[in-house]
């Protein structure tokens, strides 16, 4: 699955994660996990930024910045909350969006992006 958010000024990503996602199965994820941020102005920016999760384990979250389909970034098993902090470095527009490739789908989280002078967009 992906998320997408399109068309704005943003330096700042924060993406918070606060329900667990839950199989087609019916049984709950073990963790929030995100296998790509992808954030594109022309290109994908994301690769140059510096990330940051405030709880780190096994799958820091530079994994999910990283490009490669086979890393991942994990929140630690039984968090019922986790965020990851993204920063391009410098202020662009996003005209083509931020998407999220899932490693395990949160059912509830939220996209905050700020430009470095202020403003921000959900």
Known sequence: SHFVLKGFLGRYIRVSF???GISPEGVEFPS???NT???Y???NVVRRSAVSSPAV???SAD???DG???TFWAAEPDATTAVVYVDLLRDYFISKGFAIAWRFPARDFRVVAKGQFGGETE
């Open 18 to 20: 606060t329900a667990l």
């Open 32 to 34: 929030f996990s995100v």
């Open 37 to 39: 941020f992808e954030i």
């Open 41 to 43: 102005a022309s290109t």
């Open 57 to 59: 384990w096994d799958h």
């Open 63 to 65: 994994k999910a910045v």
């Open 68 to 70: 490669k389909d086979d």
